[in-house]
């Protein structure tokens, strides 16, 4: 099973990002897929999770009202529409593939190499 994020990058501070998650070789419908992130000695966190047919979605108190998780079945993909992003957003940010929805890094089965996200004041 591989996954491949994409999509980081520089932003100024109430930009937007998308980020994209390509998934390989698993059946893509099974599994729900969450993003994480993290900074350089801290703990990855969660930042959001939808369930394998899309109709449910988690996030973090930071992520509600400003990040939108999305996925297409079709195409084997799952992404990251990040709005009015903040210098608090900087990190390392991961997709994850899990057989349910969670919050917690060990409830995901297989993790991308990350992708930076860097937002400039």
């Known amino acids: 099973v591989q996954l491949v994020e994409s999509g980081g990058g520089l932003v100024q501070a109430g930009g937007s990002l998308r980020l994209s998650c390509a998934t390989f070789?698993?059946?893509?419908?099974?599994?729900?897929m969450g993003w994480f992130r993290q900074a350089p000695g801290k703990e990855r966190e969660f930042v959001a999770c939808i369930n394998w047919s899309g109709t449910s979605t988690n996030y973090s108190s930071s992520a509600k009202g400003r990040f939108t998780i999305s996925r297409d079945n079709a195409k084997n993909t799952v992404s990251l529409q990040m709005n009015s992003l903040e210098t608090d957003d900087t990190d390392v940010y991961y997709c994850?593939?899990?057989?349910?929805?969670?919050?917690?890094?060990?409830?995901?089965?297989?993790w991308g190499q990350g992708t930076q996200v860097t937002i400039s004041s």
């Open positions: 070789g698993h059946t893509f419908i099974n599994y729900a």
């Open positions: 994850a593939a899990a057989p349910l929805m969670g919050v917690f890094v060990n409830e995901y089965d297989f």
